[in-house]
């Protein structure tokens, strides 16, 4: 059964249209990937799933729920949560009372000490630096405490919007290791991402979105196969450059 | 110039600057939140003033009249954030500062019409208005609580935003909100916590203030907001400790130069006080405590 289902997704920043009415569904337990060149309407489609962007329109149905137009605080509440495209912790606070933060809108408190321990067994470099302003860590570090954020906040639903933007490849190995991890751990992910080869090999599904539409989709093993998409891409990427 | 005659102004200075600083402090946390310089925020104080006014006027104990001060100051933050700032929060700045004009007009009208234009006297039991002589220094009662007091509670609210869940959940939204809201932080929530606590330190300020004055009146709280909110710029906006340091730096230069300055000068006290306010500015544009711009992203 589909966790998220997306129909006639449209966003627009005043008389710009970013997403042109797209269609999206994402299984649960699925990884699928949200793929497309720069400016193609990636990050506007995640803000307005979160309840983030002000001019979206179309129906989303979060587990059968339909959530549009919901504060995004009432959306994480109900399992599903994002994040967001460069990282953003919050600096000023230490490791700790950003994952403290985290916690604040779930119920059941007397499991936040059991799952934090869970999230520095599965970054543990977070545990060595958990007394330290997030603003001193390194940009992987910083990644893998957006990650653990979300994870803390018992969402069932993670949107990850470029979560390799920015990183040393040794440090993207990491962090898509660490992906992998939390699908195996049943968690449904929506992955956006420029990096086309490590989306394709860890997806299960994919979508190409191109000047806010969706032009083409399917198994991620088939889009990696396909000659197809290389050429489409490389053609939208020199488009969208012009 | 005798030691004793230097520390008699630096307590007058800590429990002036003091009220400073507990105005600034609630003003920043405010701003910190929304964006929104509360220019309303006196009316607060106003009100705190008349909430102790009322008690005192009924017949009951001081002690109930400073409770009732920090409970209006409360209430009337909170309601104030729900019916005037809540419609307008997603509105431009521009909006908002204007809301809070409009806010800080009309209840100026209310006290003026419902209670009086005119000052209303304020019964402060003896204990209070006496003062300690330990040598041949003089330390006022209400001086000395609200020293105290304020100290107290500036240690109580670094507990607070340090220690406790919602405490660390205000500084999480105080630096990014959306993202606090992808946490899942309620909006309403932690703005009206923020005002909450301004109203609970202008609750606190107006007890000082009226005590020391011995009076009520509809426009009370305009001039220590002013000075509060030159404190929070001095300060450097965005910075809690920045507004509580501006609060007592304003405090000590006031009561500095009141001490200080050549008897034919002190009428120019408030002017050379902007002077050495603007002085500060121009060598600090951020203020004292002030950073560049978040370099989050
Ligand atoms: N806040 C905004 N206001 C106006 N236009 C925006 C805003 N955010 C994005 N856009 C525009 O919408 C389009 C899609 O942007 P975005 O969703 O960020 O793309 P992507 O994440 O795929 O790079 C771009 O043309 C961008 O300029
Ligand atoms: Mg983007």
Redesign the pocket.
Known sequence: MSALVVQDLGVAYGSVQAVRGIDISVERGGLVALLGPNGAG??STLRALMGWARGASGRVAFDGEDILGWPPERIVRRGMTMVP?GRRVFADLTVDENLVVATVGRRDRATIAADRDQVFALFPVLYERRGQKAGSLSGGEQQQLALARALLSAARLLLL??PSLGLAPKVVDTIFERIVDLKRRGLTLLL?EQNVDRALDIADHAYVLANGAIVMSGPAAELRRSAGLAQAYLGLERESAA | MTIELLLQQVLNALSLGGTYALLALGLAIVFSMMGLINFAHGEIMSGAGYGLWFVILVGLPFGLGIVAAVVTGLAIAVAMEKIAFRPVRSASPAALLLTSFAVSGIMQVLFQNLISPKGRPVAVPDVLTGSWTLGTLHVGTIQALSIIVTLALLAGLTVFFRRTRMGIAMRAAASDFDVARLMGIRANAVIAAAFGVSGVLAGAAATFWVAQRGSVDPLMGFLPVLKAFIAVIVGGLGRLEGAVAGGFLLGFIEIGLRAFLPDDLVAYREALTLALVILILVLRPRGLMGRARESVR
Request: charged fraction near 65%; hydrophobic fraction near 15%; avoid cysteine.
């Open positions: 990636k990050s495209e919007d470029e956006v």
